[in-house]
């Protein structure tokens, strides 16, 4: 009977504790029970033990269940000043957008026909605003733009060539290749041209009997300098025109027009690309739309028409809570100064420089005292991300900490509730303010000093 260990509680008696009963209500039963019997088999199999086995072992219980329950997808901050920055998701969305995203996780008519009352189909949501917004006679919602491009190229150019600039042949995140998409979708690639110059000379040969599709596709996520050259839009559109061949193009990330980004250099834009020919243009909903992930294809009715009819759209079909934000986002564009102002990509963006330095100045923020870090306002350079604009650099602020170890304090900014991303440059620590908007700066001040606790012993003042 001296054995601590035959004095532990039973699990009925646990079980009959009020803040066990407070969990059971948050967690349920059995998940309850799970736990606590996890920390009775670790408090039998302790040696020693405090005096207080009671309180341990609702601790731990405690602790499992709170460390089973967080998500592995989390918020995060963002503090590395990429805009669109493709492993933290991406754009956010507007404020709009989230409302109608959790609105929509119900009941809704998202294949039901309220006026007729049968059935109806998803691809007519976000279809009009489109051809509003864009000028398009047509348009269809796909799971993401690497879909969109891959069911362009099944229905128009199954088992016959594609033909695709060599300069064009890219590769996007995750090591997926315009070749592999095309071959994967049933095309045959024929390449044209070489990888700095191609003339529509190069296309207007390579035409044949077997052509099935001309595909246009910006390399969004680099840059080719110096002696190179390709066609104008059209020039190619009226080729393939001319020849009765479709000509697709893959805009990636999908700027609607040029007057959005003031500043920023020369690029396609989806409204462009129609008005010069183009068939069918593809882009995602997640970069410089700034709205949730979805691939969007426009242009032709004829063409969009077949594309509703392809089996493979099953496969791509999107959620009801993304055309839910989809929707909600493009409405915000039929006034593009509420656009800018209200979808987050575009304010970060658009933002002064002096504005996000005096944001960065206004949190006040100042290392713990014992740290031995030096926490400094200074100017940065932010980027797109999301492959758009490659090489170009956003002036931009934060702040940059040094006398430190970079890597621990990094860590630690991670492991942060929330998470702080930042990034490291030179033996520094940088939290760029740009991307932290609204009052994520001050967020991101307080985990940042509470990470410098951690790893230097500060006090924390």
Not at 67 to 90: D, M, Y
Not at 269 to 286: C, I, M, P
């Amino acid at each position: 009977m001296s054995d601590p260990r035959r004095r532990l509680p039973s699990m009925d008696s646990l079980l009959k504790r009020p803040e066990v009963g407070a969990w059971i209500d948050r967690y349920g039963r059995e998940t309850v029970k799970a736990a606590l019997r996890r920390a009775l088999d670790g408090a039998r199999s302790a040696s020693g033990g405090g005096r207080d086995r009671l309180a341990e072992i609702l601790g731990a219980a405690e602790g499992d269940l709170a460390a089973r329950a967080r998500p592995s997808l989390q918020s995060a901050l963002n503090g590395t000043g990429v805009v669109l920055h493709t492993n933290l998701g991406r754009a956010p969305l507007a404020e709009e957008a989230r409302r109608a995203q959790a609105e929509a996780a119900g009941y809704g008519n998202v294949e039901f026909a309220l006026d007729t009352g049968r059935r109806g189909s998803r691809y007519d949501h976000c279809a009009d605003l489109l051809c509003e917004l864009t000028g398009a006679g047509a348009a269809i919602v796909a799971n993401n733009n690497a879909a969109a491009v891959a069911l362009v190229v099944n229905e128009l150019a199954r088992d016959r060539e594609v033909l695709v600039s060599r300069g064009e042949l890219v590769e996007i995140g995750g090591s997926f290749r315009i070749p592999d998409v095309v071959a994967r979708s049933g095309g045959r690639l024929r390449e044209v041209g070489t990888t700095n110059r191609t003339r529509v000379a190069d296309y207007e040969a390579a035409i044949g009997e077997g052509t099935g599709l001309i595909l246009r596709v910006h390399p969004s996520n680099y840059r080719v300098e110096g002696f190179a050259a390709r066609p104008p839009l059209e020039t190619l559109a009226a080729l393939a025109r001319g020849r009765g061949i479709p000509l697709a193009h893959d805009l990636g990330s999908g700027l609607l027009d040029a007057d959005l980004l003031p500043g920023f250099p020369p690029g396609p834009t989806v409204r462009g690309s129609l008005a010069a020919g183009v068939d069918l243009a593809t882009w995602s909903g997640d970069k410089l739309l700034g709205g949730p992930q979805a691939g969007i294809i426009a242009g032709d009715p004829l063409l969009v028409s077949r594309l509703r009819g392809n089996p493979l759209l099953r496969a791509f079909r999107v959620d009801k809570t993304t055309l839910a934000a989809l929707e909600a986002t493009l409405m915000l564009y039929r006034d593009p100064d509420l656009a800018a102002r209200r979808i987050p990509a575009l304010r970060m963006l658009r933002e002064p420089v002096e504005a996000v330095e005096a944001r960065a100045a206004a949190v006040r923020f100042e290392a713990p005292a014992g740290s031995g870090a030096r926490v400094n306002i200074a100017r940065t350079e932010a980027m797109v991300g999301g492959g758009a604009f490659p090489g170009f650099a956003i002036p931009s602020a934060g702040w940059i900490v040094t006398g430190v170890d970079v890597d621990r304090l990094a860590a630690a900014c991670r492991a942060g509730a929330p998470p702080l991303i930042g990034r490291i440059e030179r033996a520094a620590f940088m939290v760029d303010v740009r991307t932290l908007p609204g009052g994520d700066a001050a967020r991101a001040a307080d985990v940042l000093r509470r990470a410098l606790v951690r790893t230097s012993g500060g006090d924390g003042g």
